[in-house]
């Protein structure tokens, strides 16, 4: 059985929503980031560099949110997150990795001014230059969705789950979306999917339970 | 037949990497990204980010951009058993090490390169170098010391998951960087920088 070890507040929520799409049967290990539980041994001996996520299922023993995201699909979404045709499993691939590569510096390094600082204490200045570095980067993603609802076509894949992870950084650090109205429409149906829902639910679980 | 769209001035060379360890049959287009070949018309149909490396595999009728998706694509379609690993756990740890690479080294490792080489001497800034240089330092530690007592990254050989880490870091060689403090890791970049196939990669003329 898939077993996803992290914090729901961490990236850990992208392989959750993954596997609900999946209707893949997995558990979660929680690990409380404030007692320090990813840096200890039990956690090390799965993922030597002490982050979060990583996921054990069999043999399988691995970490990268992203690249989890795409052992579940091919294994649990054939058909489904992870397209049939070459075509689209090739987009997948690809758009997972612009959104690791190209997306998630602007979007981390915005979501991270904003979480963890107090508002007096942002550096404003470096929230205008990743929002201007942003603009061309969502850009190409609007273009994309001019012809169709979603990345590959008609379909939700692995495509629009893994940008939508990472687009929602831009959302929290309050990027304004509503320039690319494809991009805004499209950002609201993913992050409606039941799937997702059920991580926003957990999450505010997880938040009363810390309160 | 696989056509690559860049030159061995861009992050192109990891893909013919890919294509010269395989030993596929490709021919490249050597769209200039200096001179703003990336932006016409007829390369934005391809890529629409506008950025090279792009691949086109007609066989696949498969178009797609992004350097180590192409990477991923090339070994999970034509290198199975060679540099796709036959076995699930193997599979995954070659996209865990290219989402790493991805992640945890290049946009670092790129920083500094930009910092210390590409800027206008003027423009440089030791403090920037610095915060770039310590925030790969740790991925440096992680697989150097994963590589303690072993050859390559996954099971007994050379993998793509190799090729990825060792791509990006060997873009450190730029800049002559120390490798001393990171002995496996030394070992491990040269025995994957020898292979005949980044050899011959090597050697293409720059452009
Ligand atoms: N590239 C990694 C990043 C993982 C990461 O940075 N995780 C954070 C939580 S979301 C973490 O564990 N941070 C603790 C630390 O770095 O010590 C991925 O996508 O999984
Ligand atoms: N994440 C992309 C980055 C591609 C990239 O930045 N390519 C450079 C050359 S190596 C480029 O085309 N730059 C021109 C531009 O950004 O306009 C990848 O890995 O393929």
Known sequence: MLKIYGSVMSRAS????????????????????????????????INPAGKMPSIVDGDVVMAESLAINMFIAQKYGKGGLWPADDKGQAKCMQW??????????????????VLFKKEEERDQKLLADLAERGKPIVGILDSVLQSAPFICGSQF??????????????????????????TAAWYKVCSERAGNKKVQDMRAQAMKAAA | MITVYGGTNSRATRNLWVLEELGLPYEQ???????????????????????????????????????????????????????????????????????????EAEGHIVGLI????????????????????????????????????????????????????????????MLRYDFTPYPNLARWLKACTSRPAQQKVASMPRG
């Open chain 1, 14 to 45: 992208r392989n959750i929503w993954a596997a609900e799409e999946c209707g893949a049967p997995y558990e979660l290990v929680s690990l409380d980031f404030r007692k320090g539980e990813h840096k200890q041994p039990a956690y090390l001996a």
């Open chain 1, 96 to 113: 997972t990795l612009w959104a690791a590569a190209e997306l998630e510096p602007v979007a981390y390094g915005r979501l991270r001014e």
């Open chain 1, 157 to 182: 894949t692995l495509a629009d789950l893994n940008v939508a992870c990472v687009m929602e950084y831009m959302v929290r650090s309050n990027f304004d979306l509503s320039p690319w109205p494809k």
């Open chain 2, 29 to 103: 287009k050597k769209i200039n990204f200096t001179t703003g070949e990336n932006k016409t018309p007829e390369f934005l149909a391809i890529n629409p980010s506008g950025k090279v490396p792009a691949l086109g595999d007609s066989d696949g009728n498969v178009t797609l951009s992004e350097s180590f998706a192409i990477n991923l694509y090339l070994a999970q379609r034509y290198g199975a058993g060679k540099l796709w690993p036959s076995d699930p756990a193997g599979q995954a740890k070659c996209l865990q090490w290219s989402f790493w690479a991805a992640t």
């Open chain 2, 114 to 173: 930009v910092e210390k080489f590409f800027k206008p001497e003027a423009m440089r800034s030791a403090e920037a170098a610095k915060q770039f240089e310590e925030l790969f330092i740790p991925s440096l530690k992680r697989i150097d010391a994963d590589l303690a007592g072993k050859d390559w990254l996954v099971g007994n050989n050379f993998s793509i998951a190799d090729l990825q880490c060792a791509c990006v870091i060997n873009s450190l060689n």
